[in-house]
């Protein structure tokens, strides 16, 4: 069954440096999120993507935030200058678009900010 | 707007005993409701999504979930617990069935116990 890669599956960084996180969504998925779920907390909604651009975000996604789809399989999310509160569990997910699909979830990337 | 919350952040069963993991939502457009769960280091996976055609839906691994507009309720049930069952389960609503946003509970974390 194919499935949405994430890596790192764990990263650990220091306060303002820059992190990318990565997803290799569902190959022919069209739609493409992040979510994140700072611990204890609800997965909260941060951007969705769609033909090359944003199709909406969150008020968590600041300008702190960006992604890309860089190479046509990737899927990145950029955080410019990590602060404390950033440390997180940050999901990905894909989908189709077919009325019968729903998201796929990828395991997700645990970052810590020290 | 559009919000769900999640009844009891912990439930404990023992195996073979009815699952009921609550599930209640706000909407002020037709809902779409889902249940996703969570196993340990695993991203989320789809139990079950309820999209109009039927109010009670029925998932994979036995559960089942009914829709019910008077109570705004979308209660999560299975009637006999298994061990593999423990995990932390999220209920999330969206505006569609699957490009839009998924809006989060703050989960409920199910143990089964011997």
């Known amino acids: 069954e194919p499935e949405v890669t994430q890596t790192p599956s764990h990263q650990v960084t220091q306060m303002g440096q820059e992190v990318i996180l990565r997803c290799v969504p569902i190959s022919n998925h069209l739609y493409f999120y992040w979510y994140r779920q700072i611990l204890g907390q609800k997965v909260e909604f941060l951007v969705s993507f769609y033909n090359n651009e944003i199709s909406e975000k969150s008020e968590i996604f600041d300008d702190q935030f960006s992604v890309e789809r860089p190479d046509g399989s990737n899927f990145t999310l950029k955080i410019r200058s990590t602060k404390l509160e950033d440390s997180a569990m940050y999901f990905c997910?894909?989908?189709?678009?077919?009325?019968?699909?729903?998201?796929?979830f990828g395991p997700g990337t645990r970052l810590l900010v020290l | 707007a559009q919000s769900v919350t999640q009844l009891g952040s912990h439930v404990s069963v023992s195996e073979g005993a009815l699952v009921l993991l609550r599930c209640n939502y706000s909407s002020s457009v037709p809902p779409y409701l889902f249940w996703y769960v969570q196993y340990p280091n695993q991203g989320l996976q789809l139990l079950l999504k309820y999209t109009s055609a039927a109010t009670l839906v029925k998932g994979i691994n036995g559960f089942e979930a009914e829709f019910k507009k008077s109570e705004t309720s979308f209660h999560l049930t299975k009637p006999s617990a298994h061990m593999s069952d423990a995990a932390e389960y999220f209920c999330?609503?969206?505006?569609?069935?699957?490009?839009?946003?998924?809006?989060f509970g703050t989960g409920t974390r199910l143990q089964v116990f011997p």
């Open positions: 999330a609503v969206s505006k569609s069935y699957n490009t839009d946003k998924l809006i």
């Open positions: 997910a894909s989908v189709g678009g077919a009325p019968q699909e729903t998201q796929y």
